[in-house]
């Protein structure tokens, strides 16, 4: 087996606005493993708050030999040995693991939810992200996420109850709110969040900062909407860590590095009674196409980073009114 990786850059329909920062592009790194002439896609996308970039990604992919291994069905050995060449990457080995399941789909001419065992009839309706704008903008914006069924919002400025207040004067669509950290006193997130509650608000991700783990404990336990972690939960065993402290947990390929750990999070979870969410970052199709494919077993998906680019090189699983389509095509999806 061969991996190859180039970098790329994603250009952003929007200037894109969350609790912590502002961006147009994103850094991603592409990569491929090609095995007797198959070839399955992988990506790292790599948003600059999270710590990893593209000389990062490219120091940590020129370490991994696959050259090694005979078998692409090996694969909890293939990756638990890309795993172990450094700690963190969670991105750059996201994108060793998610050209992997591709490539071992392609060869099995299954997609991955069929290889699960998962229905793809009870993948969700994807939501729609609008970010921290000026109300023309936002209005605009909402304008555009017409056949979208669910907004979702980040809030975590001093403008939150303007932000909503200005989406509730166009649409009554269910919203989910996003605060990325950004509320920093629990008695203050939990009368916005009863005040949101009143204004048709479905749940709320990351009240607080993650490391405010009993804070945020104490909110759950008083909120009447459900709380998710997502800044809080990046691998398998931070699931552990946040039950009880969190209703649900927001899984994304990036920080879970990949299919492998995303699809054993899922698992354990749901074992553990909590609910699920599956995110991503700005990604193309490729990362978008996988995580789909965990969908149809999650209660909330909020996968639309590839629909706020301009240049995404790949095409995957479709959005039909709003809803994730799965398809018959093997490996991640990509067509
Ligand atoms: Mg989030």
């Known amino acids: 087996m061969k991996l190859t990786f180039k970098p790329y850059t994603l250009e952003l329909e929007h200037l894109f606005t969350i609790a912590k920062s502002s961006r147009t592009t994103t850094p ?76 071992v789909g392609k060869l099995l001419k299954k997609p991955w939810y069929a290889i699960w065992g998962f229905d793809r009839d009870k993948a969700p309706y994807t939501d729609f992200t609008i970010g921290i704008d000026t109300p023309e903008v936002v209005k605009q914006k909402v304008k555009e996420a017409e056949i979208y069924k669910i ?24 919203i989910r709110v996003d605060a990325n950290q950004g509320w920093k006193d629990k008695h203050y997130a939990l009368d916005l969040i009863n005040w949101l509650k009143e204004r048709n608000v479905e749940i709320v991700e990351q009240p607080m900062p993650k490391e405010m783990l009993d804070d945020m404990a104490w909110i759950t336990e008083r909120s009447p909407l459900p709380i998710i972690g997502d800044e809080s939960v990046q691998r398998l065993p931070d699931v552990i860590k946040v039950h009880g402290v969190f209703d649900g947990i927001n899984i994304k390929l990036m920080k879970s590095t990949g299919l492998r750990e995303a699809h054993k999070m899922l698992l354990l979870a749901r074992s553990l009674g909590m609910k699920v969410m599956l995110g991503c970052m700005t990604e193309t199709s490729c990362g978008i196409s996988a995580a789909s494919q965990l969908s149809p077993m999650v209660d909330w998906a909020d996968l639309d980073g590839n629909l706020l680019i301009k240049n995404d090189p790949y095409r995957g699983t479709k959005v039909l009114n709003g809803k994730l389509v799965l398809t018959d095509t093997p490996g991640i999806g990509l067509v």
């Open 28 to 103: 991603v790194i592409l990569t491929e493993i090609e095995f007797e002439g198959i070839v399955g896609h992988g990506e790292a996308s790599m948003p600059p708050y999270l710590g990893e970039n593209q000389e990062t990604a490219v120091a940590f992919l020129s370490k991994v030999n696959l050259e090694q291994f005979k078998d692409p069905f090996d694969m909890e050995n293939i990756l638990n040995y890309v795993d172990s060449i450094a700690e963190k990457n969670s991105a750059a080995k996201a994108s060793v693991d998610i050209a992997l399941h591709d490539l």
């Open 151 to 174: 907004l979702k919002v980040k809030l975590g400025s001093e403008d939150d109850k303007k932000l909503i207040e200005v989406i509730r004067s166009i649409t009554d669509k269910p």
